[in-house]
Nanobody, 121 residues
Framework: QVQLVESGGGLVQAGGSLRLSCAVSGRAFSDYLMGWFRQSPGKERELVAT????????YYVDSVKGRFTISRDNLKSTVYLEMNNLKPEDTAVYLCAVGNSRYYDGIFNYWGQGTQVTVSS
């Protein structure tokens, strides 16, 4: 059984930083692309960032470029999302997900429960 457990969310003031972690078990972590999504009330789930199987290729949605950094540690089966210069519009539940292959193909097969990030102005 594949399990994803996110941590690191919280309440932070605008301009602050948070580091999210997602620990994965029950899957050959290093064989799959990982992604971070976010969802806020009334909005569709948004893909925030992805990282391919060996960390050699990353993707960021335009709104977070230059502020967020995705990384992974395959020995620890963990993916991270470093978030700097946070803005109130970054407020959302952040979820990690396991991709379908080593590279992005639009499919994510397993999801975590999410961690709440709230940015106050």
């Amino acid at each position: 059984q594949v399990q994803l457990v996110e941590s690191g969310g919280g309440l932070v003031q605008a301009g602050g930083s948070l580091r999210l972690s997602c620990a994965v078990s029950g899957r050959a972590f290093s064989d799959y692309l990982m992604g971070w999504f976010r969802q806020s009330p009334g909005k569709e789930r948004e893909l925030v960032a992805t990282i391919n199987w060996n960390g050699g290729r990353t993707y960021y949605v335009d709104s977070v470029k230059g502020r967020f950094t995705i990384s992974r540690d395959n020995l620890k089966s963990t993916v991270y999302l470093e978030m700097n210069n946070l803005k109130p519009e970054d407020t959302a539940v952040y979820l990690c997900a396991v991709g379908n292959s080593r590279y992005y193909d639009g499919i994510f097969n397993y999801w975590g429960q999410g961690t709440q990030v709230t940015v106050s102005s």
